[in-house]
C-alpha cells in the first residue's frame, strides 16, 4: 500500500512538473533577463563592459520594486523570444509588440512608443516610400526594421547581428539605406553626422511601433507584478527621469 501512495504522489508531482503548474517567475529572488546591448540608447554596453542604457536601468527599477535582482544576459537580438522560458526569465530590449511575437510570449504594458527611422547618406535622393523599391537595404536581423525592408518590393536586404555593422556598410556603398529604430538611428547617425542622415520613417508610411517587455505567455502573476511596478515608476517621476537621464527628451 505504501509502495502504491508513493507512486501516486511521483506520478503526481511529475505532472504538475510538466503541465500547467508551472511556476511563475516571481518565486525566484533573481530574475535573468535578456537584452541585445546594440541598441543606443535603450541598451548598450559601457566602458565596464557591462550592458547599461534606459531598458537596463528601468528593468532595475521594475526589479528593485518588486523586490527582485536581476541578471542581465547580452544576447541576439533574434534569439530573445525563443529563449524567454528556457534561457531568460524576460526580455527588454526595445522590443516591439507585434501579433506574431504574441503568439510565443506575453507582452507588459507598453513602456515606449517609437518609429522605424531610414538611415541615407546626405546626397541620397530616396525621399518616398516607392523610392526604396528595388534598393539595397541593411537592418538588423529579425527586428521590425527587418520585417519593413522585407516587404519592399524588388529590396535587397542585409541582415546584420548589430545595427552598427549594417551602418558601416552603408558608408562603405555596400547598401542604399538602413532601417532602423528612431532613437539607435539617431545615436548612429550622430557619429557620421558629415555623411549620413536620419529621415522619419513616417515620411515612408511606417507606422508607431509599442516596445514591451517580453515574458512568458502563462505567468500572468508576474505581467501582473511588472504592469504595477511600470505605473509606479510612472506615478513617481522614476521613469520620466530615466527617460531624461538616457533619451534626453
Ligand atoms: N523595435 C525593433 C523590434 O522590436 C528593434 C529592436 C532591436 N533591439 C535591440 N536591442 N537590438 O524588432
Known amino acids: 500500500l505504501f509502495a502504491i501512495g508513493l507512486c501516486v504522489v511521483?506520478?503526481?508531482?511529475?505532472?504538475?512538473?510538466?503541465?500547467?503548474?508551472?511556476?511563475?517567475?516571481?518565486?525566484?529572488?533573481?530574475?535573468?533577463?535578456?537584452?541585445?546591448?546594440?541598441?543606443?540608447p535603450f541598451e548598450y554596453v559601457d566602458d565596464a563592459g557591462e550592458p547599461d542604457g534606459f531598458d537596463i536601468a528601468l528593468i532595475k527599477a521594475v526589479a528593485d520594486r518588486m523586490g527582485k535582482k536581476v541578471d542581465v544576459q547580452n544576447m541576439e537580438f533574434d534569439s530573445l523570444v525563443s529563449s524567454i522560458g528556457s534561457k531568460i526569465d524576460l526580455a527588454i530590449a526595445g522590443m516591439t509588440v507585434t501579433p506574431e511575437r504574441e503568439q510565443t510570449v506575453l507582452f507588459s504594458n507598453?513602456?515606449?512608443?517609437?518609429?522605424?527611422?531610414?538611415?541615407?547618406?546626405?546626397?541620397?535622393?530616396?525621399?518616398?516610400?516607392?523610392?526604396?523599391?528595388?534598393?539595397?537595404?541593411?537592418?538588423?536581423?529579425?527586428?521590425?526594421?527587418?520585417?519593413?525592408?522585407?516587404?519592399?518590393?524588388?529590396?535587397?536586404?542585409?541582415?546584420?547581428?548589430k545595427g552598427v555593422d549594417a551602418v558601416n556598410d552603408l558608408l562603405n556603398g555596400r547598401l542604399d539605406c538602413v532601417i532602423i529604430d528612431k532613437n539607435?538611428?539617431?545615436?548612429?547617425?550622430?557619429?557620421?553626422?558629415?555623411?549620413?542622415?536620419?529621415?522619419?520613417g513616417a515620411q515612408f508610411g511606417f507606422e508607431e511601433e509599442a516596445y514591451a517587455i517580453a515574458m512568458p505567455k502563462v505567468d500572468a502573476e508576474l505581467a501582473n507584478a511588472i504592469n504595477e511596478a511600470l505605473d509606479a515608476l510612472k506615478s513617481d517621476g522614476t521613469y520620466d527621469g530615466l527617460v531624461q537621464q538616457y533619451i534626453g527628451e
Not at 26 to 39: L, P, W
Open 10 to 40: 511521483m506520478c503526481v508531482s511529475l505532472l504538475a512538473g510538466c503541465g500547467g503548474g508551472k511556476k511563475s517567475v516571481m518565486e525566484k529572488d533573481t530574475i535573468i533577463v535578456g537584452t541585445n546591448a546594440e541598441f543606443p
Open 110 to 161: 507598453s513602456y515606449y512608443t517609437a518609429v522605424q527611422y531610414v538611415i541615407l547618406p546626405k546626397d541620397s535622393e530616396i525621399a518616398s516610400y516607392d523610392d526604396l523599391k528595388d534598393k539595397r537595404i541593411g537592418v538588423q536581423m529579425g527586428t521590425t526594421g527587418d520585417f519593413d525592408a522585407s516587404d519592399v518590393a524588388g529590396s535587397t536586404v542585409s541582415r546584420y547581428n
Open 184 to 200: 539607435p538611428a539617431e545615436a548612429f547617425v550622430s557619429m557620421h553626422s558629415d555623411e549620413l542622415t536620419a529621415v522619419d
